[in-house]
């Protein structure tokens, strides 16, 4: 099975830089994807990590370290757009199974 | 243009009736996946497929049921046993080969009355 654990919520200046954790634990390990999600609308995708190190699209940047079972994501020079829930998923080695953590709802004040 | 798309955007529909939730993809995606999201909470998993006629359950999968006879299509079947249908439903699909494809259709918001 996968256990997937995320902050709640986060409050960031406009221009600032926010880091997202997420830890996991999971039987076979297959890559972590994370996903933008606004209020009532669908996750978009921002990034998948298959192997550990370091991931960078941009303003975003992601991180896994496989054997803390740990990730991050990066967020640089924050936009007010930028408010969002933040989810990462895990996706299982063998079933495909993906599951989600509850996310991480970030604030962006000016 | 690639894409996975769910319908309707809004469903309503009355108590005890069983409604169907499409979800389509052209991207040959082999893995598909439905979830269910309550306000203010994150996506839990109810069903997902590897492969076309096979899928497993997901973590609440109880009063659901789905198939999946053609690799594009993936419809969640939510029945009256179902205790409280009233959610958002995200269909996703991830491509095998190109593992950065992860992509959600637009969701489907079904109201029971």
């Known amino acids: 099975g996968q256990n997937i654990d995320q902050p709640t919520e986060m409050t960031a200046t406009e221009g600032a830089i926010v880091q997202i954790n997420c830890t996991y634990q999971t039987s076979g390990f297959n890559g972590l994807f994370w996903y933008q999600q606004h209020a009532g609308e669908a996750p978009t995708f921002l990034s998948y990590?298959?192997?550990?190190g370091l991931e960078e699209k941009g303003r975003f940047s992601s991180f896994l370290s496989r054997s803390k079972g740990y990730s991050y994501l990066l967020l640089k020079e924050l936009q007010m757009k930028d408010s969002a829930s933040y989810l990462c998923?895990?996706?299982?080695?063998?079933?495909?199974?993906?599951?989600f953590g509850k996310g991480n709802q970030v604030v962006v004040i000016p | 243009d690639g894409g996975i798309t769910q319908s309707p955007k809004y469903l309503f529909r009355k108590e005890g009736q069983n409604v169907t939730l499409s979800c389509e993809q052209n991207?040959?995606?082999?893995?598909m996946y439905w979830y269910r999201q309550d306000p203010g909470q994150g996506l839990r998993l109810i069903y997902y497929s590897q492969i076309v006629n096979d899928f497993q359950k997901g973590d609440i999968a109880e009063g659901y049921s789905v198939s999946r006879e053609k690799k594009e299509s993936f419809p969640l079947t939510v029945t009256s046993a179902q205790k409280n249908p009233t959610a958002f439903y995200l269909c996703?699909?991830?491509?095998?080969?190109?593992?950065?494809?992860?992509?959600f259709g637009q969701g489907t918001r079904l109201t029971v009355v």
């Open positions: 996703a699909s991830i491509g095998t080969v190109k593992n950065t494809e992860a992509f």
């Open positions: 990590n298959v192997l550990d």
């Open positions: 991207l040959n995606h082999d893995a």
């Open positions: 998923a895990v996706r299982d080695w063998g079933n495909n199974r993906l599951a």
